[in-house]
């Protein structure tokens, strides 16, 4: 047999992750230059990182011979959400929390739920782990908790939950959350990935790492990929009852999570300043971007995160004649959209662009 054909035939069946286009790759593709283009691709901050954040990290700099020590981040973070560190799981971006969620309890004979258009990370953990994977069509494009309760079977050990949803926007509210919760079996674990809470408006969050009491199958997701602009640094986490926490932390490889990412982490999880002005950049920027849609008549999916998806019609189309102009946005094809684009919420001249792109390509 030939050698590929060995491999476990459940890793053959994933699709890959398809990230945005890196800058540099258009610049290369099309001689565009780097600085022309704006990439509203990946939901980025565009406010990049907090200046307390890189201080701390240069600080951190002169210590990288030393094996990471991640006690001040997991404190931190403890203090943040009213909990103790043996809730709290460090992860290289929330994916890898994720993925040990995932190999904790996923295996061949096992089946885990998601929703239609959620998140591409959810399908690829499942899969890695053996499970089967149970895909509940969406409601209004977002997750249909009925339908998701509804599809649990004897041998469903997990379910994923994206709140706010990448790529759709979509959020429930907590009350939902909650009664979802209350109806799932208890030896079923429910992620939460709260990649996007802190876009949220404030009338609409609830801190549920109080429910971990209530609810020890919870495990709720965090990163600081997003309104926190540490992307590129690869750091998240994961709060869970103290038991699954300590199941994730033997399956979590050592050191994980890096010198740099745990300095910054732990700096910008307190600059509180540079948070409020990333949240505010983005309440104007989505206002714009939406008028804009409108004028330009183009339907979008209502969205609670950084970023809003539009309907393009052939958006593969559109996709190109916005990459000739410098302009990176999503295609949303792999998550069952085909006809779609997402569009991140950058400062008001980057908008500016996407909008003038958007519409010289009509
Ligand atoms: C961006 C995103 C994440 C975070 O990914 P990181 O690995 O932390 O960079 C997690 N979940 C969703 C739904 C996301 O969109």
């Not at 509203?40 to 201080?55: C, D, F, I, T, V």
């Not at 307190?270 to 330009?296: C, P, W």
């Not at 996709?319 to 295609?331: A, D, E, F, S, T």
């Amino acid at each position: 047999m030939a050698l590929c054909d060995q491999s476990l035939p459940y890793i053959r069946a994933i699709s890959p992750y398809q990230p945005g286009k890196p800058i540099t790759q258009l610049a290369r593709e099309m001689g565009i230059p780097v600085d022309s283009i704006v990439k509203l691709a990946s939901n980025e901050n565009p406010l990049g990182m907090s200046p307390k954040a890189r201080a701390a990290m240069e600080t951190a700099a002169t210590s990288l011979a030393r094996y990471p020590d991640d006690f001040g981040l997991k404190q931190a973070l403890a203090n943040h959400t009213g909990l103790s560190v043996a809730h709290v799981v460090l992860g290289n971006g929330s994916n890898d929390v994720l993925d040990m969620i995932a190999r904790v309890f996923l295996a061949p004979g096992r089946s885990a739920i998601f929703a239609q258009h959620a998140f591409a990370v959810y399908p690829i953990a499942s899969l890695t782990a053996g499970a089967e994977l149970i895909a509940v069509p969406a409601r209004d494009y977002g997750h249909d908790l009925d339908a998701m309760l509804a599809a649990v079977r004897p041998d469903t050990r997990l379910i994923w939950i994206a709140n706010p949803n990448n790529p759709t926007g979509t959020f429930l509210p907590y009350a939902q959350i909650k009664a979802f919760l209350a109806a799932v079996p208890p030896d079923v674990v429910v992620v939460l990935d709260e990649a996007y809470n802190d876009y949220l408006l404030p009338a609409e969050r609830v801190e549920a790492a109080a429910w971990l009491e209530t609810f020890p199958n919870l495990v709720i997701t965090r990163t600081f990929s997003k309104i926190y602009g540490l992307a590129g640094l690869r750091i998240g986490y994961a709060l869970a009852s103290a038991e699954v926490a300590d199941l994730m932390n033997r399956v979590r490889q050592p050191f994980n999570c890096n010198n740099l990412a745990l300095a910054a982490a732990t700096a910008a999880l307190d600059d509180h300043e540079f948070v409020a002005q990333s949240y505010t950049l983005n309440r104007a920027g989505m206002a714009q971007i939406v008028a804009g849609l409108k004028r330009l008549g183009f339907t979008h999916i209502p969205s609670h995160g950084n970023f809003v998806t539009f309907k393009a019609g052939d958006a593969a189309m559109m996709n190109q004649k916005l990459l000739k102009q410098g302009v990176i946005v999503r295609p949303v094809a792999g998550y069952g959209l085909p006809e779609w684009l997402r569009v991140t919420i950058g400062t008001e001249s980057e908008n500016n662009r996407f909008l003038e792109a958007l519409e010289k390509s009509l």
